[in-house]
């Protein structure tokens, strides 16, 4: 989405000698294969300087207090864990936030989806802030479906992942209408993403997730499947499995 927010120039560097102090060049080469930044890939580009999810939340928790404008600062970052960390904060920084603060969050967040860049970065951020968001203001809704036939493949990650807060609270009518705006979509990273959403819904309702499979189970695309049968018995995951 476009980027509207405005970036004020950060005066807190201990943040950033925080992180650096933590960088590994082994575990940096390792997560550049893992998050696929070769040329072509879907994280072309992305830089990484080797730090480990634990450390990067414990600097957020350090760091809760820091500004909004410093975090979409740190967001900015070419690096892949300055980007993670931020969001980190921004997740963090929610569950304390009255709803003003929220709302301020939450449209950062929207406007600066150029730099959440990656799935691990939806993942670890869009059910809260996104999701958390939406969960009370249902007739804002209509921004996931938006979202959905986004270009981007982030954007649309972004739709399906903020379907989470809802089905965690046994609401599954937009994630239902997310996943089948998504069941012709190329990207394996999409297909996965619906997939892990529709298991989802099986633990709470296993009954609504099978009604939605057997509309659809023979034109999804087999990840998705397989994701979303992962937990059924051998034998009824055999059965959907032949029916593709």
Request: with cysteine; proline share 3%.
């Amino acid at each position: 989405m476009k980027q509207q927010y405005e970036v004020k120039r950060s005066n807190n560097i201990r943040i950033l000698s925080d992180l650096q102090s933590l960088a590994n060049r082994r575990h940096a080469v390792a997560a550049s294969r893992y998050f696929k930044t070769g040329k072509g890939e879907y994280g072309e580009g992305d830089l990484f300087i080797g730090l480990r999810v634990p450390e990067q939340r414990t600097i957020a928790k350090k760091y809760i207090g820091l500004p909004l404008a410093d975090i979409v600062q740190l967001l900015h970052s070419p690096i892949h864990e300055y980007r993670q960390t931020a969001l980190y904060i921004m997740t963090y920084q929610w569950k304390r936030a009255d709803s003003h603060q929220r709302q301020l969050l939450y449209d950062a967040y929207l406007q600066n989806t150029a730099h959440i860049n990656n799935w691990d970065l939806v993942d670890c951020s869009a059910p809260t802030i996104v999701g958390g968001y939406l969960i009370d203001t249902k007739e804002k809704r209509k921004l996931l479906y938006t979202l959905a036939v986004s270009r981007s493949l982030w954007e649309r990650r972004i739709a399906v992942l903020s379907t989470l807060a809802f089905i965690r609270d046994r609401d599954f009518a937009d994630a239902f209408a997310v996943a089948e705006l998504l069941l012709s979509d190329t990207e394996d990273l999409i297909h996965k993403a619906v997939g892990w959403m529709l298991r989802e819904i099986g633990k709470k309702d296993p009954a609504a997730e099978e009604a939605f499979l057997k509309k659809h189970c023979r034109t999804m695309p087999r990840t998705m499947l397989r994701y979303a049968i992962e937990k059924f018995p051998s034998a009824k995951r055999a059965m959907y499995l032949s029916r593709t």
